[in-house]
């Protein structure tokens, strides 16, 4: 089955500069990459995803790239913000797995005024 | 986005006790929903992918008689987790798929005491 992997665990970075996070997937039959962010004690949110036609998406500040022979996709933020402090997570989603996302380990991001 | 509503948001009950939480999809029909756990600072770990109007399928190692899940309309599944003991505190997260996109519930805090 799909193995998702992410880093780092935690990530701290100044208010202003860029983080990225890196996750990479085992099954090649996986086709959508959805990226969550979590506040604490809240569900998960979408804010991006990208699918497997597709190498990279932007959307303001946020973007992810894929790279879908080498099996890793990644989650860029510029600019970062304090209000971007949070959990992120990265999923993968296999076309034959009946819509089942498979999470990787979590990012904790903060981001210092 | 689609809106999941998820109730209660927490929930405190003693041991050996059964407690339900409900994941609603309040603008959209799912077939098919999703339930989670997740301890501090972990993971989404997939429990049950509910179905409407059959069986819901559980993951390895879920006791599905512990973990009674419902799916009885098009935009309500319900988790109930019967004779509870402390190691079942947790938060449990709903998740439902409208248009290919996975939306999360906000959680529901258990804490059995």
């Known amino acids: 089955g799909e193995n998702v992997e992410q880093h780092p665990s935690t990530l701290s970075v100044q208010e202003g500069d860029s983080a990225v996070i890196k996750c990479t997937y085992s099954?090649?039959?996986?086709?959508?990459f959805p990226w969550y962010k979590q506040e604490l004690g809240k569900g998960p949110q979408l804010i991006i995803d990208?699918?497997?036609?597709?190498g990279e998406k932007k959307d303001q500040r946020i973007a992810v790239t894929l790279n879908k022979t080498a099996k890793h996709f990644s989650l860029h933020i510029t600019e970062t913000q304090p209000e971007d402090s949070a959990v992120y997570f990265c999923?993968?989603?296999?076309?034959?797995?009946?819509?089942?996302?498979?999470f990787g380990q979590g990012t904790e991001l903060s981001v210092k005024p | 986005g689609a809106v999941v509503s998820q109730h209660p948001s927490r929930v405190i009950c003693k041991s050996g006790t059964s407690v339900k939480i409900e994941c609603r999809s309040l603008d959209f029909q799912a077939t098919t929903m999703f339930w989670y756990r997740q301890f501090p600072k972990q993971s989404l770990m997939l429990m049950a992918t509910s179905n409407e109007g059959s069986k819901a399928t559980y993951e390895q190692g879920v006791e599905k008689d512990k973990f009674l899940i419902n799916h009885a309309s098009l935009t309500l599944s319900t988790l109930t987790v019967t004779s509870a003991h402390p190691e079942d505190s947790s938060f449990y997260i709903c998740s439902a798929p409208d248009r290919d996109i996975q939306y999360f519930g906000a959680g529901t805090r258990l804490s059995v005491l």
């Open positions: 990208i699918r497997s036609n597709v």
């Open positions: 999923a993968a989603r296999a076309y034959n797995q009946g819509g089942k996302l498979i």
């Open positions: 099954d090649s039959a996986s086709n959508y």
